[in-house]
């Protein structure tokens, strides 16, 4: 087997304090049509039964999100209109302590 092998550049890098020259070097060897089959791999194919039970398992997993995203909606509001609440209740007091003062 034969090389050709060319030097198309060298610079200088300076690594830590010491100078250390690298070179590209550009190989073209012959090549002679011998090398080594590779082998592919085989892709399986998914059965009718599989594609099924991935589509179901990803229907159940949309329908769990929705149910959990309306969860959290409703808590949301619960306690919006807790604290809602809890402020009206609060200036109702506070009127009515104003005007104890005041009378």
């Known amino acids: 087997m034969e090389f050709d092998l060319d030097v198309s550049t060298v610079e200088s ?3 830590a304090g010491a100078a ?3 070179a590209s070097v550009a190989s073209a060897a012959k090549d002679k ?3 080594k089959m590779l082998k592919s ?3 399986q194919t998914k059965t009718k039964l599989q ?3 991935e589509r179901l ?3 159940a997993a949309v329908r769990l999100q929705a149910k959990l995203e309306e969860e959290e909606r409703q808590r949301i509001a619960r306690v919006h209109d807790s604290a809602s ?3 009206v209740e609060e200036w109702e007091d ?3 302590r104003v005007e104890a003062d005041e009378s």
Request: hydrophobic letters at 25%; aromatic letters at 12%; charged letters at 15%.
């Open 13 to 15: 890098v300076s690594t």
């Open 20 to 22: 250390v020259t690298t």
């Open 57 to 59: 398992g990803y229907e």
């Open 41 to 43: 791999k085989t892709v």
């Open 33 to 35: 049509g011998k090398g």
């Open 94 to 96: 506070l009127q009515a």
């Open 85 to 87: 609440s809890f402020y």
């Open 51 to 53: 594609q099924e039970q």
